[in-house]
């Protein structure tokens, strides 16, 4: 069946850089893209960014000079690099599969299945 | 980028009772809309895509509407496992965004 599953360090030090790894399985990142989204404390969702099942990448514009997203297809794993992190950045990180198609004139793209998210805290 | 204003933010209800939860765009997204649940332990799921697709394996009594920059999500008649966060979500233009959620709470 399909999972994902985050992991990484629970405590940053403020303007460090965050990793963060998705271990997939059930699919294979060559024909699903992955999501980064992020939820701070008791708040709503943020997307974050994508690598796409080719291997390209969109990334939030409020982000995307911090942050990169990178993938090991022999590993089914999604690498999320984030640097110079800051106590706003303290949320719980997850990745969702994408599931992106063109039907009948229409795309379609939604997250499917999400991992179970892991904390992330920045401070000293 | 789009902003998504839900409403309610929160929501009492009862077992058996027809809700519908608000979403509005801050301009036209062209049905470009998903509905996701999040249940109290952190598990999300997707319950609707684009505008009014039920998503595989969610019950029929999770239905979606809407179009320009209004939508909203309708549970017929709730039950005990639909008491938990609701977000909606756009893509129609980069970066996708969610609206801030709706908590369903039993009355």
């Known amino acids: 069946q399909v999972q994902l599953k985050e992991s990484g360090p629970g405590l940053v030090q403020p303007s460090e850089t965050l990793s963060l790894t998705c271990t997939v399985s059930?699919?294979?990142?060559?024909?699903?893209?992955v999501n980064w989204v992020r939820q701070p404390p008791g708040k709503g969702l943020e997307w974050m960014g994508t690598?796409?099942?080719?291997?390209?990448?969109d990334y939030n514009s409020a982000l995307k000079s911090r942050l990169s997203i990178s993938r090991d297809t022999s590993k089914s794993q999604v690498f999320l690099k984030m640097n110079s992190l800051q106590t706003e950045d303290t949320a719980i990180y997850l990745c969702?599969?994408?599931?992106?198609?063109?039907?009948?004139?229409?795309?379609?793209?939604?997250?499917?299945?999400w991992g179970p998210g892991t904390m992330v805290t920045v401070s000293s | 980028d789009i902003q998504m204003t839900q409403t309610p933010s929160s929501m009492p209800a009862s077992l058996g009772e027809r809700v519908t939860i608000s979403c509005r765009a801050s301009q036209g997204i062209s049905n470009y809309l998903n509905w996701y649940q999040q249940k109290p332990d952190g598990t999300i799921k997707p319950l609707i895509y684009?505008?009014?697709n039920l998503q595989s394996g969610v019950p029929s009594r999770f239905s979606g509407s809407g179009s320009g920059t209004d939508y909203s999500l309708t549970i017929s008649s709730l039950e005990p496992e639909d008491f938990a966060m609701y977000y909606c979500q756009q893509y129609d233009s980069s970066p996708p965004t969610f609206g801030g959620g709706t908590k369903l709470e039993l009355k």
């Open positions: 684009y505008t009014s």
């Open positions: 969702a599969r994408g599931v992106f198609y063109y039907y009948d004139g229409t795309y379609y793209w939604y997250f499917d299945f």
């Open positions: 690598i796409w099942n080719d291997g390209s990448t």
């Open positions: 059930g699919f294979s990142l060559t024909s699903y893209g």
